[in-house]
Each structure stands twice: as structure tokens, then as C-alpha cells.
């Protein structure tokens, strides 16, 4: 017969076949199946190795688990002893989630007439943060310093979603209560009072009949403290 010079071809499979997460990312760690063919002496033995590792015989479908991009290398030999040519295949891996972090509002009641900064983080390790939102009952909001007395009374939910590069997505959720308080009043008159929406007269007025009020109720007299 004649001399067989020709190298094996390997191929490549992997289970999801294309990366089912963004960018590029297999948010499901990949199954890798290898077959060989040889038009001469027949394969002897296929090989692999992941990054800078040993080169590993193939004996079945393995799993590549490890987070991050890396390097599936590849490669057969035959019955002759001709090696083939090792082949490259990138692989990233993402299948955590971004960690959220809300710091500076938490689940309790807070006094109407309360400030608070309100801030929250996001981080990932592996493919990194692409976007993070913040929604406080169904509307976007922002970081920063939240006046109490600007939300209705009641209950209120405040989640702040991440996602990260490969498109893998995680939540954090403070539910929190707001709780009237007399203080709040005078919080609203000043603020709308320095923005111009009423005169330092008017707000004067209400500042003091709210006084007046509060004098009154002290004191037993609820028909004052109605009027």
C-alpha cells in the first residue's frame, strides 16, 4: 500500500453549537464532543488540552467549565505517526450572575420628613457589568439623595437590576414604607419656596399656621387645630 503522509482532521462540536449568550458568551458551560477521521492508516488517538495545559487523550464528550475566555486547543494522530496541525477554538465563559449591591435605604419605615442617600453597585467578575437600572415603583430613578417627603406615603419598591456582558441578569429589591410626619411640612414649604413656586410671604404663612396647629392640638384644643 502506499505511504501514508497525511495528518488526521479533528472536528470540533460543541453543545449549545454557538455561544446562547451575548457577545459571544456561552452563558451554559459547553459540551465538547471530538471526532476524527483518516483516509489512510486510520486515527490513533485524539488529543486536547485547555490554555497552557498538558495535552489530554480523548476519550469522550468533557465539559469546559472554567470562567472567562480561554483557548480549546485540538489535534489527531494517526496509525503512521503523522500529527496533525493543532487547532484553535476560543471559548468564553460566563454562567454567574452580576452581584448588586444597594446601600443607604433598607427595609423599615422612614419619617416623611427623612433624607437618605441612596446609592447601589454592581460588579462581574467575568465578562463584566453592561448596563445597570434602578426602578422605584415602576419608574426609573436615579442614585443620589432621595427626600422623603417627596414619595407618597406607603409602601415602596425599589429594584435595582445588572447585566453583564454575556447577557446573564440578577436583581435586588428593597421594599421600604414611608411614614407621615408634621416635620414634612415645613420640608416641602421651604423647598418650593426656594424653587419660586410661591412667594417667602405665603410660606411664612403656612410655616406658621402649621405652628399654630400643632400649639394647638398640644394643648387639647382639636377645633383650633382644624381651622
Not at 1 to 30: I, K, N, Q
Not at 40 to 59: K, L
Not at 162 to 186: E, H, M, Y
Request: neutral net charge; without cysteine; aromatic residues 4%.
Amino acid at each position: 500500500p502506499p505511504a501514508d503522509t497525511t495528518a488526521p482532521v479533528t472536528t470540533v462540536r460543541t453543545d449549545p453549537g454557538s455561544p446562547d449568550g451575548s457577545a459571544g458568551w456561552f452563558t451554559t458551560a459547553p459540551k465538547v464532543t471530538l471526532s476524527a477521521t483518516d483516509a489512510g492508516s486510520g486515527v490513533a488517538r485524539t488529543e486536547y488540552r485547555i490554555g497552557n495545559g498538558a495535552w489530554t487523550a480523548y476519550t469522550a464528550p468533557f465539559t469546559v467549565t472554567a470562567q472567562g475566555r480561554q483557548v480549546l486547543e485540538v489535534r489527531s494522530v494517526d496509525e503512521a505517526g503523522n500529527i496533525e496541525a493543532a487547532q484553535s477554538k476560543g471559548i468564553a465563559v460566563d454562567t454567574g450572575e452580576p452581584e448588586v449591591a444597594i446601600v443607604g435605604i433598607r427595609a423599615r419605615t422612614y419619617p416623611s420628613h427623612q433624607a437618605t442617600d441612596v446609592a447601589w453597585t454592581a460588579t462581574d467578575a467575568t465578562s463584566g457589568v453592561r448596563s445597570v437600572r434602578a426602578v422605584l415603583d415602576g419608574e426609573t430613578v436615579e442614585a443620589g439623595a432621595w427626600q422623603m417627603w417627596t414619595l407618597s406615603t406607603g409602601r415602596h419598591v425599589l429594584t435595582v437590576t445588572a447585566t453583564d456582558g454575556a447577557g446573564n441578569t440578577s436583581s435586588r429589591t428593597v421594599v421600604f414604607t414611608v411614614q407621615a410626619t408634621g416635620r414634612s411640612l415645613k420640608n416641602v414649604v421651604k423647598a418650593v419656596a426656594s424653587d419660586g413656586e410661591i412667594g417667602p410671604r405665603l410660606a411664612n404663612r403656612l410655616l406658621q399656621a402649621d405652628k399654630d396647629a400643632r400649639r394647638a392640638e398640644r394643648s387639647g384644643d382639636r377645633k383650633a387645630a382644624t381651622k
